[in-house]
């Protein structure tokens, strides 16, 4: 099928380098109004930076944005608001101290009278009318700093929503989100394409891509690959675009359990909605928490790393019973968390990669109590080759590195930790399918190595691939404990969302 109508928007030959990269090199791409239009590639591609040129963020130095015929420059993301243009940024744009409405309004007050002032009521019902539209239930009122992050994904989400728009952008928009949310994200989406606006889609979900994508745009170290129909194109193609060679097996599981037991939680309880957990891990395993956003599954792993108190039951490592007042108690036990909000909880954004990872022990990179600066980039590089992380990555501030390159850093941190049961949360939300591998790589390198591995993944695919067994969490509560091998998707997915029988979560 060819689309016989002009671009609504064109983008020809845009380039855009920060220091030491060449993020965007001449990329060319149309987008129609009412395509579904699906940019793809590995962490540090450069999606987000053409996203953000579109959006005004970032200025291109040479090439055009012409929009339906006429070329245009943003000073300013206002500016590409006017020309209708929505976005949903990777990283949070939302205020943590006010409310969903505000948030919502920001920058764009609604104003009843000079005399009367904000007309708050107006903008109430207006975020109200929108939640409605999401099918999503929030209270208006709600401060945003209370919100989980896929909630907070979804205001981000109902922000962009508030403007009139003829292009929205979405960074990454599922990547905090569970199957529940996603599917209705999809149908939203799919309607707001058929109403004829044009979505520019990023995310590394490639199954999701072909489930709602028209075309497929493949970036590469910061040029455009090629841009094809996605009917035209299979999966495994589009990996190979992004990343140059084929991949081989895309689960790598290898099975290192011993008998020997690592952790024992027995009937664990907390405030935050832990209720009555026990199981145990043997050393060598890894443990999959299956369940919807919000099932208790990060607060099971807060409990384990001492961030939240139990007002009831024990743990045991290694046969000690242990007492974790706070983080540091688990760290000192030998239990590391990679966390699934890295922004908030897991980088020290202004410091530089090496030094984000060797934080975990700094004491033994000390040298007559003096930080051993060569010591501590040899540390850094080590990760960073062995988890393929940007080089430059090594002496910039971490805030630069792209998203996926992020998570990394985090998990290289906790590998130089050398804690003996590691907790990942989402460890492969919104990284690319070649990183993806490659933390699979990790975990069964961790394993054979007699470390212990808690997966939490809203991945199911990659849950029941990876895990040994599974523990399916509904309502803080551990409703099933199985092989992960005798479990089916089906299975998992409708005792999470507690729909047995009927199939549909
Ligand atoms: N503000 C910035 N300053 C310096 N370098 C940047 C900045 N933003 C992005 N970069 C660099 O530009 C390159 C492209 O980054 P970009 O964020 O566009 O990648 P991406 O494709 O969105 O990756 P991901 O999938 O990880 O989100 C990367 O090398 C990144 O480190
Ligand atoms: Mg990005």
């Known amino acids: ?34 395509e579904i239009l699906a940019l793809v590639g590995e962490n540090g591609s450069g999606k987000s930076t053409l996203a953000k040129c579109l959006a005004g963020v970032h200025q291109p130095e040479s090439g055009e944005l012409i929009h339906q015929g006429e070329p245009v420059e943003f000073a300013h993301p206002f500016e590409a608001r006017e020309r209708g243009v929505a976005t949903i940024y990777q990283e949070f744009s939302l205020v943590p101290t006010l409310s969903v ?35 999503i239930q929030f209270d208006p009122d709600e401060v945003v700093r209370d919100l989980s992050v896929a909630e907070q994904q979804l205001i981000e989400i109902t922000k962009a929503m508030s403007v009139d728009s003829t292009l929205l952008i979405m960074d990454e928009p599922t990547a905090a989100l569970g199957l529940a949310e996603t599917r209705q994200l999809h149908e939203l ?55 140059g060679f084929d991949i081989g ?54 409990a384990l790393f001492g961030l939240d108190r139990l007002t009831e039951g024990s743990i045991k490592l290694y046969g000690e019973p242990i007492q974790l007042s706070n983080p540091a108690d688990a760290i000192h036990a030998g239990i590391g968390l ?30 007559w109590g003096f930080l051993n600066l060569t010591q501590e980039h040899q540390t850094g590089k080590y990760y960073f080759e ?13 805030q630069f590195l792209s998203g996926g390159n992020q998570q990394k850093v985090v998990i290289a941190r906790w590998l130089f930790s050398q804690a003996k049961l590691l907790i990942f949360d989402e460890p492969t939300q919104g990284v690319d399918i070649g990183a993806k591998i490659e933390v ?12 212990s591995v808690i997966l939490i993944s809203s991945d199911y695919l990659e849950l029941l691939a990876m895990s040994d067994r599974i523990a399916i969490v509904r309502d803080g509560k551990i409703l099933q404990i199985s092989p992960a091998k005798e479990l089916t998707e ?3 997915l409708s005792i999470a969302s507690g729909a047995e029988g009927n199939g549909n979560g």
């Open 440 to 451: 699979y790589r990790v975990i069964n390198d961790l394993t054979s190595q007699g470390y």
């Open 386 to 398: 062995k988890l393929n992380i940007t080089s430059s990555g090594l002496e910039r501030s971490a």
């Open 490 to 492: 089906y299975e998992l």
């Open 1 to 34: 099928m060819k689309n016989t109508k002009p671009p609504l928007w064109e983008l020809r030959e845009i380039s855009k380098a920060f220091p030491g990269v060449q993020a965007l090199d001449k990329v060319s791409v149309s987008i129609f109004a009412g």
């Open 338 to 367: 990679v966390p699934e909000n890295r922004k908030e909880d897991g980088l020290f954004f202004n410091f530089n990669g090496s030094l984000n990872i060797t934080l975990s022990r700094l004491s033994s990179i000390l040298k």
């Open 249 to 302: 097996q895309h689960y790598p599981k290898e099975i290192n359990v011993t008998s020997e037991t690592c952790l024992e939680v027995d009937h664990i309880s907390t405030e935050t909605g832990v209720n009555d957990v026990s199981f145990d891990i043997k050393v060598g395993e890894v443990f999959g928490l299956g369940g919807m956003v919000g099932a208790g599954r990060t607060e099971i792993a807060n």
């Open 189 to 243: 989406i799919l309607r707001l394409a058929d109403q004829g606006q044009a979505i520019l889609y990023i995310s590394h979900r490639l199954d999701e891509i072909f489930q709602i994508a028209d075309r497929i745009t493949v970036l590469k170290d910061g040029r455009c690959i090629d841009t094809q129909p996605a009917s035209s194109l299979e999966m495994m193609e589009v990996v190979r675009m992004m990343i």
């Open 101 to 135: 409405a505000e948030n919502i309004f920001l920058g764009r007050y609604v104003v009843k009278s000079k005399l009367t002032g904000i007309d708050w009521e107006m903008m109430r019902q207006q975020t109200s009318e929108i939640l409605n539209t999401l099918s």
